[in-house]
């Protein structure tokens, strides 16, 4: 038998190139972007090293950064300057989110808009959806929010919707006031397998939206379960989810690899602010090589069958690696 020497194929990087299995693409990362109302709520986040709050002008300026480097989709999260127990700057015409949305397509036509759509940033009480009397989410009350917070967006000039909350039947509920209103077109991101994880600490400094009493185990995933994921993720597609969604990443590989080979859908991942922060910990302290292991972590995404790959690193990235 003649010597296998799988070697032979590492020995330049051209090599390496040409039999590379999985490719990060540029255009296939999403950056998110957090928006603030009050300009004295823009700047820094201490819990996310090079990651900033911006106004409207300074999301427009970011974006045009973004869209110069070819990293063409950005997800908005908005910060509102006051906020009461049902969310009523979510469904404000002229909310946040919706005048970044109208701010960013007028300069950037072609930068494709995704918009966040929970209440949890908007709420006193910091929880994803309207709380009853006894201090539980109302899932319904909720979904009735959720359906026409999205037309507001939609009229705003939205590409995509991605609903985070983790209510029952709030995909059907958008999908059904969406074409309701003539935005049929619009599409829906669905935060389908979306964990109740510990990787979400530094959003909430970003986001401001920690919640007040009690968690969100309620209406988010338990950890430990699989099964439940793809129960999830075959409701939100009948439901009418265009792109289903696993979230954190990391800990969560095996969730994207087994969405990846149930469901003929684009699968998408978020790389949470919990993982970006211990990285970028770890980079600062010198531990690992920053630059190879942040291509390293991306790449673990797409091998394990994610299409789109949400990242605060999406702009790092594309510095170092813009596609000609």
Known sequence: MMPIRPRRLRRTPALRSLVREHHVRVDRLVQPLFIVERSSDAGPLQSMPGISRFTVDGAVAEARELAALGVNSVLLFGIPERKDAAASGNVDPNGIVQRAVRAIKAALPDMLVIADLCNCEYTDHGHCGIVDAAGNVDNDATVELLARAAVTYARAGVDIIAPSDMMDGRVEAIRHALDAHGFTDITIMAYSAKYASAFYGPFREAADSTPQFGDRRTYQMDPPNAREAMREI??????????????????????????RDTFDVPIAVYNVSGEYAMLQGAIANGWIEGDRAIDELLACFVRAGADIVITYFAKEYARRHRQA
């Open 234 to 259: 075959a409701l939100d597609i009948d439901e009418g989810a265009d792109i289903v969604m696993v979230k954190p990443g990391l800990p969560y590989l095996d969730i994207v690899r087994e969405a």
